[in-house]
């Protein structure tokens, strides 16, 4: 079998997406000090597009190393995704099960059904809007990814060039628009005013709605194999531009609202990919940051169930009960920005939790045993 080299830049993007995921769930329990830091935490919202880019470039190296020389290269293409994903998401499956239970919740408002159980087992929940979250806070991502495996070999072959490339992702972004706007006007109304974010979140988390962000990664790909200094340039001017439109954002409410898509964003983050691929400097590629993309996976699995422990424990009571109160507001302002800006909402526990929860607080912090806010929530 042909070794594939390991590219230090890839497992950076994967490290700086994964950071930006932890940060942006993060600052819903513990609200940034400052606005300027919570707005920086709220850019971690794309990072679940960082690490759709990535994988789109990843992957393409690994099929181009290993294509030509493997007798079977589709079918052991296959089997490395599924050996890559599927033993460490079924273990998130089982213990959020035990964690969680099968009562209902946000994204599962009926309670979780066995079936959603098994769909989810085996990456299949990605097809409707109340198993695509069901079970693991964040499944969509990898539900998203198992599809992207499923088609990547025939796009390869469909559209091979960087011209073709492009024009994938112009159609993809015009006809996902379209489908959206469609199917909003045909099936909203069938959901019941309480329960429509079900279905405008999946519109957005499923596959077809994140395809323009992997379309991109294959235009970074066809991008970075262009010899010349095109490809730094277009990473270096590209990266700048994004975070220009990140810092002037605020200024402009037109600016946030086209930022705030990631079907837009992916684009800055391509050119992000560009430049750290073509620029691999000590400082953008950083030890740490290598080693924290390296367990990315593993991160983003738990991270949810550490953020729900630290909401169980009162976390935000540790800055003191007015402190808290501030820290609340903008920690669910945040949230609601961030749920906007990856086309996300919030994961609520059921009521019983909640009230366990706040009577756990109240004997562990007798002093300070205000009740939190009932809607306050995290972001997934």
């Not at 929940?125 to 998203?144: L, R």
């Not at 095109?230 to 001017?237: C, E, F, H, S």
């Not at 620029?279 to 940051?289: G, K």
């Amino acid at each position: 079998m042909t070794a594939v080299r390991r590219y230090d830049f890839v497992d950076a993007l994967r490290g700086y997406a994964i950071f930006g995921v932890v940060a942006v769930h993060a600052s819903a329990v513990v609200s940034p000090a400052t606005p300027s830091l919570l707005r920086a935490y709220q850019a971690g919202a794309h990072g679940v597009q960082l690490f759709f880019v990535a994988s789109a470039l990843t992957l393409c190296m690994s099929w181009e190393a290993r294509a030509s020389s493997e007798q079977t290269p589709i079918r052991n293409f296959y089997l490395r995704r599924l050996f890559r994903i599927l033993p460490m998401f079924q273990v998130a499956v089982a213990s959020y099960v035990l964690l969680d239970g099968m009562g209902p919740r946000y994204w599962a408002p009926d309670g979780v059904r066995w079936w959603d159980v098994a769909l989810t087992a085996l990456c299949l929940h990605g097809f409707h809007p109340e198993t695509i979250n069901a079970v693991v806070p964040g499944g969509w991502s990898v539900a998203d990814e198992m599809i992207f495996y499923l088609l990547l070999p025939v796009l390869l072959r469909i559209v091979p060039s960087l011209a073709s490339r492009v024009w994938l992702w112009l159609l993809s972004l015009i006809a996902t628009t379209l489908l959206a706007l469609v199917l909003t006007a045909k099936l909203l109304p069938d959901y019941p005013p309480e329960r429509q974010y079900l279905f405008l979140n999946f519109l957005n988390l499923n596959f077809v709605g994140q395809f323009p962000v992997f379309a991109v990664g294959l235009v970074a790909y066809a991008l970075y194999l262009r010899p010349g200094a095109l490809p730094r340039a277009l990473g270096l001017l590209g990266t700048f531009a994004y975070l220009v439109a990140w810092a002037v954002g605020p200024t402009d409410p037109r600016l946030t609202v086209l930022l705030d898509l990631p079907r837009i964003a992916a684009i800055g983050l391509a050119c992000f990919a560009l430049m750290i691929s073509r620029w691999p400097s000590r400082v953008l590629t950083h030890p740490a940051v290598v080693w924290l993309g390296r367990l990315s996976y593993s991160i983003y699995l738990v991270h949810f169930a550490l953020l729900e422990l630290l909401t169980a424990l009162g976390v935000e009571r540790w800055r003191g009960s007015d402190a808290r109160k501030r820290g609340v507001h903008r920690a669910r302002a945040g949230a609601q920005r961030a749920g906007r800006a990856c086309d996300l909402r919030a994961h609520r526990a059921t009521r019983h939790r909640a009230r366990r929860t706040r009577h756990r607080a109240a004997r562990a912090w007798p002093r300070v045993a205000e009740p939190a806010a009932p809607d306050r929530e995290l972001t997934y």
